[in-house]
């Protein structure tokens, strides 16, 4: 599913027009981008959780030379899915 198709399905579901649900999704993509990247943490019981996880510094090598080299630490959004979603699922 791609973004216009999660916006025709929100639309519908929530019985709204299509312009007021691609609000609704820009709105919800805003805030949860904000938040994370001001190192925030947005927790929707039964669905899951968004963070920011934080990768060290670490010691690799360059796979042509073989020579080591310092691989810089580094924040990446991640989703931890909710109990009940997994439940879903699975089912």
Do not use: C, H, W, Y
Request: no cysteine; charged share 30%.
């Amino acid at each position: 599913m791609n973004k216009t198709e999660l916006i025709a399905a929100v639309a519908e579901k929530a019985e709204i027009s299509k312009k007021d649900a691609e609000k609704a999704v820009k709105a919800f993509t805003d805030v949860v981008s904000e938040e994370l990247v001001n190192g925030g943490k947005i927790q929707l019981v039964g669905f899951g959780t968004f963070e920011v996880s934080e990768r060290p510094a670490r010691e690799g090598r360059n796979p042509r030379t073989g020579e080591t080299m310092t691989i810089a630490a580094t924040k990446t959004p991640k989703f931890k899915v909710g109990k009940a979603l997994k439940d879903m699922v699975n089912a």
